[in-house]
């Protein structure tokens, strides 16, 4: 593009130079001849050249010509003619020059607002399609491919009829669009590139010419089939829902915000006749408005309520639970739970009744009860919370149990009580006692309101010894992770101090390998410089473990091809099969993936270099991917030694190794594996094996293809 650019601006030049030389031979040739007006109009091409192709600058073409115009015909011309012409050249490209950098400046604003839509536009979420008066697609953005399955080069130029699931919807769509102008929110059903209906939504305005004809429309719509199929749940839900309140012992019904009785079941209906269709406070007031107790327009504003309510008609009294129900339009109807409560005195009497009972039950209990009133007085306590207090009955009670309380705690423990009282916080407060003698004692305390709520129990028990052993845990649980850090830290400048003299070990050995040495020598250089590259090897491995467990290692995502990626591993190791003369199988799809791509190859070297390693010769390696849409399953196979079945649990632990002799003679460290299972955990997946004896192992990882 530069090239071809630089070129078009060399013919430019020459093109205007040979203007203006011809103009200036004109200009000679004339004048010899005595002519000097005729021909001067010859001189406006290289000035309108000049304004078109490189706008103000024309003025320095006019200037030069006008100069050298009235340098050569000066002598034979009037002054008064020569000066005019050249003023009107230098006035002509002046104002030539002007009117092309304004309209250069609107093309430019016209680009740059073209490119901006066009980022928009690629960058919506919503998909937006542009489609001809003719059906045809003219514009695709990746939206549309993230659902349809087509890429823009598929699509664009194709009729948009094959995506309908019914191809005479899109006729239906454009006649609606030339119509009303516009579409709002037409749901429809499409088919992707595999062919599997995906429901849509989708909004379209006409697009027109600037002289108000139409030319096409513009269509934005999203994919809406988690949603549907989300409706057709609710629904169901809202079925089942009907089916049990049709089952509920109490009465229920459901009321629309316009008081229309929508649902009634049996019990209900068995109580007041079947009112559905009517309008509620007709059906059980006799009222022609609204009744003045009437909790809908609370309910309709996402509160529940809870109310009783007295039935003349029944001469009954209901406790009414009143709560909104969403249905699937979004707006909200009344659900209304009725239950008899007309025999609630008889159930009080025989509550008082049991009160004695209950009460031999509240002093032999193995906790500390009391009772606080409304003011925080304690009204009532048992013996444990005389034996815990220090204090006697007689003592206690009217005391504010807020007494109890050391100070630290105090404004804490008054929060919980009152937030307790209205049902707003956990049952249980841990909290420090204040015994009569100054004694500190923690107790764990559990408020419950009493009927009314105006008073509530109190259980209170102490766990002063299990809050001594809970401290003492916790120091030890921070000494543990101190030297747990201690550790960490020493172990990570240990491996750094271990890999400083490995560097001139393996430079100084290689440095030997280019004297003259014997064949002994060599060897003996050799076997320095491979042991020292396989305990660098080792402690790098080790040093990533200790990054690993600072959580210093990160994710550097970038996209990449996995064939690619496997095809490079294998390449790099197959000496070391070829070796032992074994034979690796590649089977990949071709799969583009977002990932860490180093730590991506780290995990394919460990389990291909470990498969090579831990298999005899002429055995076999397969490598087999498997794209799973979302994300990936690759599997290592190879005809091995294979691994005791007790210890596949195991083998992705650090420093864990089967005890074989191949292991002995490897002499690993046994991180390969535990780096894999980090590397792949890192990106979201998970790593297994399975393995029989004498036969070979296969081991597997899944990642996902996006890393959100």
Same mark, same amino acid.
């Given at each position: 593009?530069?090239?071809?650019?630089?070129?078009?601006?060399?013919?430019?030049?020459?093109?205007?130079?040979?203007?203006?030389?011809? &103009?200036?031979?004109?200009?000679?040739?004339?004048?010899?001849?005595?002519?000097? $007006?005729?021909?001067?109009?010859?001189?406006?091409?290289?000035?309108?050249?000049?304004?078109?192709?490189?706008?103000?600058?024309?003025?320095?073409?006019?200037?030069?010509?006008?100069?050298?115009?009235?340098?050569?015909?000066?002598?034979?011309?009037?002054?008064?003619?020569?000066?005019?012409?050249?003023?009107?050249?230098?006035?002509?490209?002046?104002?030539?020059?002007?009117?092309?950098?304004?309209?250069?400046?609107?093309?430019?604003?016209?680009?740059?607002?073209?490119?901006?839509?066009?980022?928009?536009?690629?960058?919506?979420?919503?998909?937006?399609?542009?489609?001809?008066?003719?059906?045809?697609?003219?514009?695709?953005?990746?939206?549309?491919?993230?659902?349809?399955?087509?890429?823009?080069? +598929?699509?664009?130029?194709?009729? %948009?009829?094959?995506?309908?699931?019914?191809?005479?919807?899109?006729?239906?769509?454009?006649?609606?669009?030339?119509?009303?102008?516009?579409?709002?929110?037409?749901?429809?059903?499409?088919?992707?590139?595999?062919?599997?209906?995906?429901?849509?939504?989708?909004?379209?305005?006409?697009?027109?010419?600037?002289?108000?004809?139409?030319?096409?429309?513009?269509?934005?719509?999203?994919?809406?089939?988690?949603?549907?199929?989300?409706?057709?749940?609710?629904? +169901?839900? $809202?079925?089942?829902?009907?089916?049990?309140?049709?089952?509920?012992?109490?009465?229920?019904?459901?009321?629309?915000?316009?008081?229309?009785?929508? *649902?009634?079941?049996?019990?209900?209906?068995?109580?007041?006749?079947?009112?559905?269709?009517?309008? &509620?406070?007709?059906?059980?007031?006799?009222?022609?408005?609204?009744?003045?107790?009437?909790?809908?327009?609370e309910v309709m504003k996402e509160k529940t309520m809870r109310w009783e309510w007295h039935s003349r008609r029944k001469n009954k009294t209901y406790d009414l639970i009143e709560t909104p129900l969403k249905n699937i339009d979004g707006t909200i109807s009344k659900l209304t739970i009725f239950r008899d409560i007309s025999k609630r005195k008889q159930m009080e009497e025989e509550l008082k009744e049991a009160k004695e009972r209950y009460m031999v039950i509240f002093e032999h209990?193995?906790?500390?009860?009391?009772?606080?009133?409304?003011?925080?007085?304690?009204?009532?306590? %048992?013996?444990?919370?005389?034996?815990?207090?220090?204090?006697? $009955?007689?003592?206690?009670?009217?005391?504010?149990?807020?007494?109890?309380?050391?100070?630290?705690?105090?404004?804490?423990?008054?929060?919980?009580?009152?937030?307790?009282?209205?049902?707003?916080?956990?049952?249980?407060?841990?909290?420090?006692?204040?015994?009569?003698?100054?004694?500190?004692?923690?107790? %764990?305390?559990?408020?419950?309101?009493?009927?009314?709520?105006?008073? &509530?129990?109190?259980?209170?028990?102490?766990?002063?010894?299990?809050?001594?052993?809970?401290?003492?845990?916790?120091?030890?649980c921070e000494k543990l992770a101190e030297l747990d850090k201690m550790k960490r830290d020493f172990l990570n400048v240990a491996y750094h101090e271990m890999r400083s003299p490995l560097a001139p070990i393996v430079g100084y050995a290689s440095l030997l390998e280019r004297f003259k040495l014997t064949d002994r020598g060599r060897k003996y250089i050799h076997n320095i410089e491979k042991c020292a590259r396989q305990l660098e090897k080792m402690i790098n491995r080790m040093l990533?473990?200790?990054?690993?467990?600072?959580?210093?290692?990160?994710?550097?995502?970038?996209?990449?091809?996995?064939?690619?990626?496997?095809?490079?591993?294998?390449?790099?190791?197959?000496?070391?099969?070829?070796?032992?003369?074994?034979?690796?199988?590649?089977?990949?799809?071709?799969?583009?993936?977002?990932?860490?791509?180093?730590?991506?190859?780290?995990? *394919?070297? %460990?389990?291909?270099?470990?498969?090579?390693?831990?298999?005899?010769?002429?055995?076999?390696?397969?490598?087999?991917?498997?794209? $799973?849409g979302e994300d990936i399953r690759v599997c290592v196979t190879d005809t091995g030694i294979g691994i005791p079945e007790e210890h596949l649990p195991m083998i992705f632990e650090r420093f864990y190794m089967v005890d074989t002799s191949l292991t002995r003679k490897s002499g690993s460290l046994g991180l390969g594996l535990s780096i894999v299972k980090e590397y792949v955990k890192l990106h979201g997946g998970r790593v297994w094996a399975t393995s029989e004896l004498e036969k070979?192992?296969?081991?597997?990882?899944?990642?996902?293809?996006?890393?959100?």
């Amino acid at each position: 593009m530069e090239k071809s650019g630089v070129k078009e601006l060399n013919h430019r030049f020459l093109i205007l130079f040979f203007a203006v030389l011809a &103009c200036a031979i004109l200009t000679f040739y004339f004048a010899s001849k005595g002519e000097t $007006r005729v021909y001067t109009h010859l001189f406006y091409i290289p000035i309108l050249l000049a304004g078109v192709w490189y706008r103000k600058k024309a003025i320095y073409i006019a200037l030069f010509l006008s100069f050298f115009y009235i340098i050569v015909t000066y002598p034979w011309t009037h002054p008064s003619d020569v000066f005019a012409r050249s003023t009107i050249l230098v006035a002509v490209a002046y104002v030539l020059g002007f009117v092309s950098e304004k309209r250069a400046k609107g093309e430019e604003k016209l680009k740059e607002t073209k490119y901006y839509l066009d980022d928009i536009i690629k960058s919506s979420a919503d998909a937006i399609v542009v489609v001809d008066m003719e059906g045809i697609v003219r514009s695709w953005n990746k939206a549309a491919e993230d659902y349809m399955g087509y890429t823009a080069d +598929e699509v664009i130029g194709t009729s %948009n009829k094959k995506f309908f699931a019914d191809p005479e919807e899109a006729e239906r769509i454009m006649e609606i669009a030339l119509r009303a102008g516009e579409l709002k929110n037409y749901r429809t059903t499409v088919l992707n590139k595999d062919k599997k209906p995906v429901h849509i939504n989708m909004s379209a305005a006409l697009l027109k010419d600037k002289n108000g004809a139409p030319v096409g429309t513009v269509r934005v719509s999203r994919d809406v089939t988690k949603e549907m199929e989300l409706e057709k749940k609710i629904k +169901e839900e $809202r079925d089942n829902l009907n089916l049990i309140l049709e089952s509920m012992a109490d009465g229920v019904y459901i009321v629309s915000k316009d008081y229309k009785v929508e *649902f009634m079941n049996k019990v209900l209906i068995d109580e007041f006749g079947d009112q559905v269709g009517g309008i &509620c406070y007709k059906m059980f007031h006799d009222r022609e408005e609204p009744c003045p107790l009437c909790k809908n327009t609370e309910v309709m504003k996402e509160k529940t309520m809870r109310w009783e309510w007295h039935s003349r008609r029944k001469n009954k009294t209901y406790d009414l639970i009143e709560t909104p129900l969403k249905n699937i339009d979004g707006t909200i109807s009344k659900l209304t739970i009725f239950r008899d409560i007309s025999k609630r005195k008889q159930m009080e009497e025989e509550l008082k009744e049991a009160k004695e009972r209950y009460m031999v039950i509240f002093e032999h209990a193995l906790t500390a009860l009391c009772v606080i009133e409304e003011d925080k007085k304690v009204s009532l306590v %048992n013996k444990e919370f005389e034996t815990l207090s220090g204090y006697s $009955r007689e003592e206690i009670e009217g005391k504010k149990w807020t007494e109890f309380i050391a100070e630290e705690d105090l404004e804490r423990v008054n929060k919980y009580h009152d937030e307790r009282k209205k049902g707003g916080a956990p049952a249980c407060c841990v909290f420090k006692f204040v015994s009569r003698n100054g004694e500190i004692k923690h107790v %764990n305390t559990c408020i419950e309101p009493i009927l009314d709520a105006k008073r &509530c129990i109190a259980s209170l028990l102490d766990i002063t010894e299990l809050k001594m052993k809970e401290d003492d845990l916790r120091e030890t649980c921070e000494k543990l992770a101190e030297l747990d850090k201690m550790k960490r830290d020493f172990l990570n400048v240990a491996y750094h101090e271990m890999r400083s003299p490995l560097a001139p070990i393996v430079g100084y050995a290689s440095l030997l390998e280019r004297f003259k040495l014997t064949d002994r020598g060599r060897k003996y250089i050799h076997n320095i410089e491979k042991c020292a590259r396989q305990l660098e090897k080792m402690i790098n491995r080790m040093l990533e473990l200790a990054r690993i467990d600072s959580r210093k290692v990160e994710l550097i995502l970038e996209e990449f091809s996995i064939p690619g990626v496997v095809w490079e591993v294998v390449k790099s190791l197959e000496p070391e099969a070829k070796k032992k003369k074994q034979k690796i199988s590649i089977v990949i799809p071709e799969i583009e993936i977002q990932a860490d791509k180093l730590k991506t190859v780290a995990i *394919f070297t %460990n389990l291909i270099s470990n498969a090579i390693k831990y298999t005899l010769e002429k055995g076999i390696i397969n490598v087999m991917i498997e794209d $799973r849409g979302e994300d990936i399953r690759v599997c290592v196979t190879d005809t091995g030694i294979g691994i005791p079945e007790e210890h596949l649990p195991m083998i992705f632990e650090r420093f864990y190794m089967v005890d074989t002799s191949l292991t002995r003679k490897s002499g690993s460290l046994g991180l390969g594996l535990s780096i894999v299972k980090e590397y792949v955990k890192l990106h979201g997946g998970r790593v297994w094996a399975t393995s029989e004896l004498e036969k070979g192992s296969k081991f597997f990882f899944t990642m996902p293809k996006r890393q959100k």
